[in-house]
């Protein structure tokens, strides 16, 4: 498609049960990267993810997350044993990348508005 | 990564230009000013970047001071849809353990009004 895509849109899931959250980025988009908006805060990186070298998981908060990522399209993150304060949007980007060294600016998805209850 | 300080809020007038400034006074050579915004309930979208030279695509202008210690965005005819959260970034560069990733601070509130 011509955008990120991210599902579900929202979701709404009861504490101590495990979420899967989606990201089908941009084609050809070899960089992908997770970040977490909590309500009226900025954005915290989780995760990034470029072409076969190996993630930087730096910005995952707990051993609870993780996230995966097959080639250079889809990217799932993972959240077991959710608690309330997991409640947030969880935003993914992707860009592209060229040899000067720098991204193209990152275009981001709607994001997933989960909800712990 | 370097990182950045802005002004908490801003107001504008509609049809006029909104400057928004930003310093990055620990930036290194190659690392690069990225601006973004976030209107509210949506995604960040990117603006513009530079590294060294000032740039102007269409939707603003972007200018680096000689010693790449601070830099200004300017949306040269705010619009009240420009309303949104403006977050400068300076970001890694190629072979550093940062690179590709961007660090958003709190950024800047531009209300535009009518």
């Known amino acids: 498609g011509a955008g990120v895509s991210q599902s579900p849109s929202n979701k709404v899931t009861e504490k101590g049960k495990d979420v899967e959250l989606r990201c089908d980025p941009i084609?050809?988009?070899?960089?992908l990267y997770w970040y977490r908006q909590r309500l009226g805060q900025g954005l915290e990186f989780l995760i990034y993810?470029?072409?076969?070298?190996?993630?930087?998981k730096s910005g995952l908060p707990s051993d609870r997350f993780s996230a995966e990522r097959t080639g250079e399209s889809v990217s799932t993150l993972t959240i077991q044993r959710t608690q309330q304060e997991d409640s947030a949007v969880y935003l993914c980007?992707?860009?592209?990348?060229?040899?000067?060294?720098?991204?193209?600016?990152?275009?981001f998805g709607s994001g997933t508005r989960l909800t712990v209850v | 990564d370097a990182k950045t300080t802005q002004p908490p809020s801003m107001d504008c007038a509609e049809g006029r230009a909104a400057n928004l400034p930003c310093n990055h006074s620990?930036?290194?050579?190659?690392?690069?000013v990225y601006w973004y915004r976030q209107i509210h309930s949506q995604g960040p979208q990117y603006i513009i970047h530079?590294?060294?030279n000032n740039e102007t695509n269409e939707m603003a202008s972007l200018i680096i001071t000689e010693d790449r210690k601070s830099s200004t965005l300017i949306l040269p005819h705010a619009t009240l849809r420009d309303t949104a959260v403006y977050y400068c970034?300076?970001?890694?560069?190629?072979?550093?353990?940062?690179?590709?990733?961007?660090?958003f601070g709190q950024g800047t509130i531009l209300t535009v009004h009518p």
């Open positions: 620990t930036i290194s050579g190659n690392e690069y």
């Open positions: 970034i300076v970001s890694g560069h190629a072979g550093g353990t940062s690179y590709g990733k961007l660090t």
């Open positions: 530079g590294l060294k």
């Open positions: 993810f470029q072409g076969n070298s190996a993630p930087d």
């Open positions: 084609s050809g988009h070899t960089a």
């Open positions: 980007a992707s860009s592209s990348s060229l040899g000067q060294g720098f991204n193209y600016g990152y275009t």
